[in-house]
C-alpha cells in the first residue's frame, strides 16, 4: 500500500514531482494542522538568480543603488569561492506568497524547502500579527514598482549621483525609518500615486508656513521660543526628516518616503527572527514527519533531510572556535518543538511554569503562539526551564565599571528567570539599537537640529559610526545637526555636531 | 493552490547595473588597487580579471550603534564549567573566550579588507583609462579573439554575391556534357550512318528521309539541354578562422642605470604592457626578450627586468648590440614579426650615440615590423635623441616619443593602431 503512495526515490527533481510533492505538503499542511496561507507562487531560479536575489536583500525588484552592487559582488565573491552555499531558498512576504527554489536542490531539498518557505514562512506572514500590522503582503510588489519607477525618473531629472547620494543619508537612517508604537497606514499603489502630487504640494506649503521669516510681534515670539519644536519627541527620524526638513525638494521627501516604507516593510523580520526560523523549521520538521509516515517519501529521502535538518539547527558551544552567538533556527526550532511537548507530556515543573498551555491542544497552542507575539515577548513567554538545561545557557554580565566578566545566573533554579528576561532582552529591539529621537528644532534660531540619545545600562553609541550618520542627517536636514546623549540619571552630554562646532 | 514558473530561463544579470554602480562609486580605490595590481603582475599576464583588495571601512554604510562600554549581560549556550557568581578576566579582542561576542557583533565594523574580483574587461577598462587610448584601439584590445573569414572552397549554397563565375561555368559544361551525351552518341551515329547511305547508289531514300528526322529530332534535344542552371551554381565558401596565426617576439629594452628610479619603471611597465596587448590582439604566440643594459646589456627573466637595482653608466648601444644578436640567432625574420620597445631617461654616453643610430639603421631597422621608444625625462634632450631623430627620418615605423605621464604613452603607438585599425 504504501508502495503505491510513494512520490518518487530519484534524487532529480522534475516538475511533475515537486508539484505532486507541494500538493500532498498542502493537503497536510491544510487539513491536518489548519494552516492559514497565501496562495502560494513557486519559481525555479538557478544560482546566478539566486544571488541577484540575494543581493537585494529578499525585494523582488528594487531600485537601483550601488549598495546591492556591493552586496552582490560579496556574495558573488564568497559563493565562488565556495565559502558559503546559498541559501536553498528565498520567500517573500507578499500575496501570492513568492519562493524561489534553486535548480541545484535535490529532490528532498525541493520538498524541504515547499514545506519551509512555502507553508512554514508563507503562514507566519499571514498569521503574525507584526506582519499583519505593518506590512501589506497583497499590495508590496506593486509598491516596489513604483518605488523602482520613482527612482529611475528622479535619476533621469536630477541625475544618477544625486539620487544616489541622498539614498546613502535615507540608507543610514533606515533603522529610524519605523514608528514602534504607532499603527501605520496599509501601503496601496493606486493610493500613492494619487496621493502623491497632493502631497507634495501640501508639505512644500507647510514647510514654508513652518519656516515663515515674516517678522511677528515680540510678545508672541518670546512665548512661542519656550514652545519647542517638535512638541513631543520624535522617534521616526525619516519621517520626521520627509515632514519637516527645510530645504528638501519634494522629490527628495518623496524618496525619504520610499525609504521609510521599504524599512517599515523589514521591521517585523528584523524583530522575529528566531519565531520565523523557527516556526518555519519546525512546520518542514513536522510536515516532512507526516510525508514519512503516510508513506509518501521513502528512507532515503527521510535519512537525507534528517541530516541537512540536524545541521540546520545545530548549536555550537560558546567556546568553540566558529561559535556567533544563539542559532536563531536551533532556538526557534527547540521553543517550537518544546511548547508541542509541554502540551502534549507536560511535567510537574512545566505545569508549574506554564499552566495555561501544559496539556492544551498544541495545534491550537502553537497557532497562538505564532500570531501573537515576537521573538522578545515569545521569549519571555514561553522558554522553558528545561530548554534552558539543554542548551546549558548562561549568562555574563559585561560592565565597563568592573574589571572582571561575572556569570549572573545559569540554567539552574534561581538563574532561569533572569536567564529568560536576559535573552528575551537581548532581542528587544529597542534595547538592541540606540534610542535616538528628535528632540528639538531651534527653529527661531539656527534651524538647528537636536537629537538625544537616551542610554540604557549606559551603553555609548559607537563614536565614529555615529559621527558619519550625522553627516548623512546633515545632508537631509541642510542645517546643523546635533547629538546629545541622555544618562540614567538626566545629565546632558553633547556627543556631536555636524559640521563641527566650535 | 500553488503556481510553478519556471524563471530559469529569464535574464540572470539583475544585479549588474547595481554591480557598475558600485565599481564606478568606488573607482578611486579601484583604480590605485588595479596600479597595484599591475606592480604585482607580469606584463604577459595582463589580459585577466583582477582580484581587488578595498579597506572595509571605506565602503561600510553608516547606522547608529552601540560602541563599546556600558553594562550589557549576554546569554550564552554549552555552559560546562560555570556556576552562578563566577569571575573572569574580560576575553582581549572577543573571539577568544566567546564572552561578549554575541553583542559586539551589534556594533562590530569589520576592518578585513573587502575583496572582490573584476572581470577582465572591467580590470582592462580601468588599466587602459589613463593612457587615453582612444575608444576604437580600447575596444579593439579588449575583445578577445577576432575571427577572420578565410576562403575555404567553395559550395552550392550561399548569397549571389559569392557566387564564383568560372567555377559554376565549369559545372554548366560538364553538366551540358553529361545531359547530352546520349544523344550527341546517337547523332553522331545517325550522321554517319546518313553519310553513308549517300555515298552509296542508289540512296535508301526512305531510310534517308527517317535519319534526316531523328538528326533534327535529336539536334534539338541536345539544343535543350540548358546553358546553366541553378544546379551548376557554385559559391565561394568563406569559414571564420581566428584571426591571429602568426608569432611574434617583443623586445623590451630597458636602461636601468640609477638614474630610472621605481616611478620611471612603473612607467616603462605600462609602455610594455601596452606594446604587449597589443600585440597579443595581433598575434597567435608571443616572445618577450627582456634586455637591460646599463655599461652593458644582459638578457634577464621579467622579475630581475623591473626589479633589481643597478648603477652605472650607460651605455645603450651595447643593449642595440645585443638585440640584434639575439634577433639574428633565435628569430629569423622569416617566422617572427619583431617588435622592439625601448624605454630610457635619455642618458647616453656621448660618444655611443652615433653608434646606437648605425646600429639600428644596419641591423635593426630593416628586421623589425615596430620600434618604439619612449624617454622618461623631464629635461631637456641629450645626443640619443638626436641620433634617434635621424633615424626616424628614414623610417617610419619608428615612433619615438618624451612622455612624463601615462597619458603620453598612447601616442608613441599611434601609427601601430592606426595601421591596424584601417
Redesign the interface.
Do not use: C, Y
Given at each position: 500500500m504504501s508502495e503505491s503512495k510513494l512520490i518518487a526515490d530519484s534524487s532529480e527533481w522534475t516538475f511533475p514531482m515537486i508539484e505532486r510533492y507541494n500538493e500532498v505538503i498542502g493537503q497536510i499542511a491544510v487539513n491536518e494542522f489548519g494552516l492559514d496561507v497565501y496562495p502560494n507562487q513557486i519559481e525555479i531560479i538557478t544560482a546566478e538568480q539566486m544571488m541577484d536575489a540575494y543581493s537585494s536583500v529578499g525585494m523582488p525588484l528594487g531600485y537601483k543603488h550601488w549598495s546591492y552592487g556591493k552586496q552582490f559582488v560579496l556574495t558573488e565573491k564568497n559563493y565562488r569561492r565556495g565559502q558559503m552555499g546559498l541559501a536553498y531558498e528565498i520567500v517573500i512576504n507578499s500575496d501570492p506568497c513568492i519562493a524561489y527554489l534553486m535548480e541545484e536542490n535535490t529532490a528532498m531539498m525541493q520538498a524541504l524547502v515547499i514545506a519551509h518557505a512555502a507553508y512554514g514562512h508563507n503562514s507566519f506572514f499571514k498569521g503574525n500579527y507584526l506582519f499583519r500590522t505593518w506590512t501589506s503582503a497583497d499590495a508590496i510588489i506593486d509598491y516596489l514598482l513604483f518605488a523602482r519607477n520613482y527612482v529611475a525618473e528622479c535619476e533621469e531629472r536630477h541625475g544618477e549621483e544625486a539620487v544616489e547620494l541622498f539614498l546613502d543619508s535615507c540608507h543610514a537612517l533606515m533603522n529610524y525609518g519605523v514608528d514602534r508604537y504607532k499603527h501605520p497606514s496599509p501601503l496601496s499603489l493606486s493610493e500613492e500615486k494619487q496621493r502623491q502630487r497632493e502631497r507634495e504640494d501640501y508639505l512644500q506649503s507647510q514647510i514654508n508656513d513652518l519656516w515663515r521669516t515674516v517678522p511677528i510681534k515680540p510678545l508672541e515670539a518670546a512665548a512661542e521660543e519656550a514652545q519647542r519644536y517638535p512638541a513631543e519627541p520624535q522617534e521616526n527620524l525619516l519621517y520626521f526628516i520627509e515632514k519637516s526638513a527645510p530645504l528638501l525638494e519634494p522629490w527628495q521627501r518623496e524618496l525619504v518616503r520610499i525609504v521609510r516604507k521599504i524599512a517599515q516593510y523589514f521591521y517585523p523580520q528584523r524583530q522575529t527572527q528566531v519565531m520565523n526560523e523557527g516556526w518555519a523549521t519546525f512546520i518542514h520538521y513536522t510536515l516532512m514527519n507526516r510525508l514519512y509516515d503516510e508513506g509518501y517519501v521513502n528512507d532515503g529521502f527521510m535519512i537525507e533531510f534528517l541530516q541537512s535538518h540536524t545541521s540546520v539547527v545545530h548549536q555550537l558551544p560558546f567556546d568553540h572556535p566558529y561559535y556567533s552567538g544563539i542559532n536563531p533556527y536551533a532556538l526557534g526550532f527547540a521553543m517550537m518543538s518544546d511548547i508541542q511537548r509541554i502540551c502534549r507530556e507536560p511535567t510537574t515543573e512545566d505545569r508549574h511554569w506554564f499552566p495555561d498551555i501544559a496539556g492544551q491542544d498544541w495545534i491550537k497552542t502553537l497557532d497562538f503562539a505564532m500570531r501573537n507575539f515576537k521573538d522578545e515577548s515569545f521569549i519571555a513567554q514561553f522558554l522553558s526551564p528545561k530548554l534552558m538545561r539543554d542548551f546549558k545557557l548562561f549568562a555574563v554580565l559585561d560592565d565597563d565599571l568592573q574589571d572582571e566578566l561575572e556569570v549572573t545566573a545559569i540554567h539552574d533554579d534561581p538563574g532561569y528567570r533572569r536567564l529568560r528576561l536576559a535573552l528575551a532582552d537581548q532581542y528587544n529591539l529597542g534595547s538592541r539599537e540606540p534610542n535616538i529621537q528628535v528632540w528639538n528644532v531651534a527653529h527661531r534660531k539656527d534651524r538647528s537640529l537636536t537629537l538625544r540619545h537616551t542610554r540604557y545600562h549606559r551603553r555609548p553609541l559607537h563614536s565614529e559610526s555615529t559621527q558619519e550618520v550625522l553627516k548623512h542627517l546633515h545632508r537631509l536636514w541642510g542645517f546643523t545637526v546635533r547629538m546629545e546623549a541622555v544618562d540614567e540619571d538626566g545629565k546632558v552630554e553633547l556627543m556631536g555636531e555636524c559640521p563641527a562646532g566650535k | 493552490?500553488?503556481?510553478?514558473?519556471?524563471?530559469?530561463l529569464?535574464g540572470?544579470?539583475?544585479?549588474s547595473?547595481?554591480?557598475?554602480?558600485?565599481?564606478?562609486?568606488f573607482k578611486g580605490q579601484i583604480k590605485k588597487a588595479v596600479a597595484e595590481a599591475m606592480n604585482g603582475r607580469s606584463i604577459t599576464d595582463i589580459d585577466n580579471g583582477e582580484k581587488v583588495n578595498i579597506p572595509a571601512r571605506d565602503?561600510?554604510?553608516?547606522?547608529?550603534?552601540?560602541?563599546?562600554?556600558?553594562?550589557?549581560?549576554?546569554?550564552?549556550?554549552?555552559?560546562?564549567e560555570?556556576?552562578?557568581?563566577?569571575?573572569?578576566?574580560?576575553p582581549q579582542g572577543g573571539a577568544g573566550?566567546?564572552?561578549?561576542?554575541?553583542?559586539a557583533?551589534?556594533?562590530g565594523?569589520g576592518e578585513d579588507d573587502?575583496?572582490?574580483?573584476l572581470s577582465r574587461e572591467e580590470f582592462l577598462e580601468l588599466f587602459f583609462e589613463d593612457l587615453e587610448l582612444p575608444n576604437l584601439v580600447r575596444t579593439q584590445l579588449a575583445k578577445a579573439t577576432e575571427f577572420k573569414s578565410v576562403r575555404a572552397g567553395f559550395t552550392s549554397a550561399g548569397n549571389p554575391a559569392n557566387i564564383d563565375v568560372v567555377r559554376s561555368l565549369r559545372g554548366a559544361l560538364a553538366r551540358r556534357m553529361a545531359m547530352a551525351a546520349p544523344y550527341s552518341r546517337r547523332l553522331r551515329e545517325a550522321e554517319e550512318e546518313l553519310q553513308r547511305l549517300l555515298d552509296e547508289l542508289p540512296i535508301d531514300e526512305i531510310r534517308a528521309q527517317t535519319l534526316v528526322a531523328e538528326i533534327e529530332h535529336l539536334r534539338a534535344r541536345v539544343r535543350a539541354v540548358p546553358f546553366i542552371d541553378t544546379f551548376d551554381l557554385r559559391y565561394v565558401n568563406r569559414v571564420q578562422q581566428p584571426q591571429p596565426t602568426t608569432q611574434a617576439v617583443m623586445f623590451c629594452i630597458m636602461d636601468v642605470s640609477g638614474s630610472m628610479d621605481r616611478a620611471r619603471k612603473d612607467l616603462a611597465k605600462r609602455f610594455f604592457t601596452l606594446l604587449y596587448l597589443f600585440l597579443q590582439r595581433n598575434y597567435e604566440k608571443i616572445e618577450v626578450v627582456f634586455i637591460r643594459h646599463h655599461t652593458v646589456a644582459k638578457e634577464v627573466d621579467e622579475q630581475e627586468f623591473f626589479y633589481s637595482r643597478e648603477t652605472g653608466g650607460t651605455v645603450v648601444s651595447s643593449a642595440l648590440e645585443l638585440t640584434a644578436d639575439v634577433m639574428r640567432e633565435r628569430y629569423p625574420v622569416s617566422s617572427w614579426n619583431l617588435y622592439v620597445a625601448q624605454a630610457s631617461d635619455g642618458d647616453n654616453w656621448h660618444h655611443d650615440s652615433p653608434a646606437c643610430r648605425d646600429l639600428l639603421l644596419q641591423r635593426i631597422m630593416p628586421y623589425v615590423r615596430y620600434y618604439a621608444y619612449i624617454e622618461i625625462t623631464p629635461d631637456r634632450h641629450q645626443s640619443l635623441w638626436e641620433a634617434y631623430e635621424e633615424v626616424k627620418a628614414q623610417h617610419p615605423h619608428f615612433a619615438m616619443r618624451q612622455i612624463d605621464g601615462p597619458a603620453d604613452i598612447y601616442p608613441v603607438f599611434r601609427d601601430l593602431f592606426k595601421r591596424r585599425v584601417s
Open positions: - | 493552490m500553488a503556481t510553478f514558473i519556471d524563471r530559469r529569464d540572470k544579470n539583475k544585479s547595473v547595481n554591480r557598475q554602480r558600485f565599481i564606478r562609486r565602503l561600510s554604510e553608516p547606522v547608529f550603534g552601540h560602541g563599546p562600554g556600558g553594562r550589557r549581560e549576554a546569554i550564552h549556550p554549552g555552559n560546562r560555570f556556576t552562578t557568581g563566577d569571575r573572569m578576566a574580560r573566550g566567546g564572552a561578549g561576542g554575541g553583542q557583533s551589534n556594533t565594523e573587502f575583496v572582490f574580483e
